[in-house]
């Protein structure tokens, strides 16, 4: 093979292997395109790791991502400060400037599919300082333990445990916080522990202060539908594809790959679990907008062999949208943000229309060219945007 020929093979893989389809209205594409490479060869790696026996895939990712990380630096504006809340390890961050009232509170959960991502994470940590500078709040932004070493319910329990900690009436007194003006918040996963902690706290005798606002950043919400027109849209984009996000629910309660394999052929859901489909049927729960071009398939129902061996893809705590009716008629003022180009955003839009159908005071910001993690991503323009959207309404609602 010539030389010349060898480098044109070279450049068109290398064309073939940074192209990313994207939508026509996305901003900064070559951006996108570029981000997209990163982590799909971060994410080649980790696989190739994995089929090696070397290491597990979500490890390696850990491990890479790590280098995110950034250590606890107080400034002229914050003091910030890592402790632990219930044996829970959290970053604490408070404006410098002196308050004569007491000062709001964000409960800020970090995303990463229960599996990656820390308070530390030099994006937390910005948005944090911001949430701190923009609002003049308190700022709590808890860690969890993750998977694949630790599983459901381990991570939803280290957040309820922090949050509850948090809620004490003499550990706001410590910080400054105002009892009656405490938000809870969190992105992708974190989202999804945001919301079911939240539910949870609504029947706890234990918990006199009640949260006033949940913000729920594009969140994943239910295990029982994997063929939304959401997924189906967007199951290739970056950066959040639907083998992806599977993988993610699937290690969240278990390293057996049996649960993944039977979430991608949208399976899974056993006969025992009819009952909750409801609550997860886009035909009657997404605006028409959404559902343009698709057509609802009944649940094909798998065996109750895989229900039997992880049954806590059913449970509430692991999918908030399967809360009863009756549950979500007491949640707080809420703020659902919502992607176009997002297999999750069939989850939060269906979450919007149950608690506005429970009468809750519910803003959703959907944002048309919007992508998976836009807000932890600052270099974009996108993801200043959300960022100011999200901080805007909590400086008006909290």
């Given amino acids: ?24 209205n996305i901003e900064e594409p070559w951006r996108l395109v570029w981000l997209s490479v990163q982590f799909r060869t971060l994410q080649n ?10 290491n597990h895939f ?17 400034d002229e504006n914050v003091t910030v400060m890592e402790t632990t809340f219930s044996n829970v390890p959290v970053r604490v961050y408070i404006p410098n400037q002196k308050s004569q009232a007491l000062r709001r509170g964000v409960f800020y959960i970090h995303g990463g599919g229960w599996c990656l991502g820390s308070a530390a994470w030099v ?19 808890t860690n969890y333990r993750l998977a694949p070493k630790y599983h ?5 329990e280290d957040v309820y445990n922090s949050l509850k900690w948090f809620l004490h009436q003499d550990v706001l007194e410590k910080y400054g916080v105002d009892p009656k003006r405490i938000g809870i918040s969190g992105d992708s996963a974190g989202g999804n522990l945001a919301a079911a ?10 918990v006199k202060i009640k949260l006033k606002t949940q913000s729920l950043i594009y969140p994943a919400l239910q295990t029982l539908d994997m063929d939304l027109p959401s997924y189906r849209e967007n199951s290739l984009l970056p950066t959040l594809s639907r083998a992806l996000m599977v993988r993610f629910w699937s290690e969240y309660f278990t390293t057996d790959r049996s649960l993944e394999k039977a979430m991608l052929s949208n399976q899974h859901a056993p006969v025992e679990s009819i009952h909750l489909f409801k609550f997860v ?8 907008t959404f559902k343009k071009g698709h057509v609802y398939n009944s649940p094909t129902h798998g065996t109750s062999e895989v229900f039997k061996k992880f049954p806590g893809f059913l449970d509430v705590r692991a999918a908030p949208l399967l809360a009863d009716d009756n549950k979500l008629h007491s949640l707080p003022v809420t703020y659902v943000i919502t992607c176009q180009y997002d297999v999750l955003r069939d989850d939060g839009i269906m979450y919007v229309t149950r608690l506005q159908k429970a009468g809750i005071r519910v803003t959703h910001q959907h944002i048309e060219d919007g992508f998976h993690g836009a807000i932890s991503h600052l270099n974009f323009k996108i993801g200043h945007r959300i960022k100011n959207h999200y901080l805007s309404w909590l400086n008006e609602n909290l």
């Fill in 1 to 24: 093979m010539g030389r010349k020929t060898l480098v044109l093979l070279l450049g068109v893989l290398g064309a073939y292997y940074v192209y990313t389809p994207l939508p026509d």
């Fill in 45 to 54: 790696l980790a696989l190739f790791a994995e089929l090696l026996g070397i």
């Fill in 58 to 74: 979500m490890e390696t990712l850990m491990f890479c991502m790590s280098f995110r990380e950034v250590p606890p630096t107080s």
């Fill in 123 to 141: 994006v937390y940590d910005l948005l944090s300082r911001e949430t701190v500078n923009r609002l003049d709040a308190v700022v709590v932004s």
């Fill in 152 to 156: 459901f319910p381990d991570q939803f």
């Fill in 197 to 206: 902690v939240t539910q949870q706290l609504i029947d706890d005798p234990d």
């Fill in 281 to 288: 049927n886009w035909s009657s729960l997404l605006p028409e």
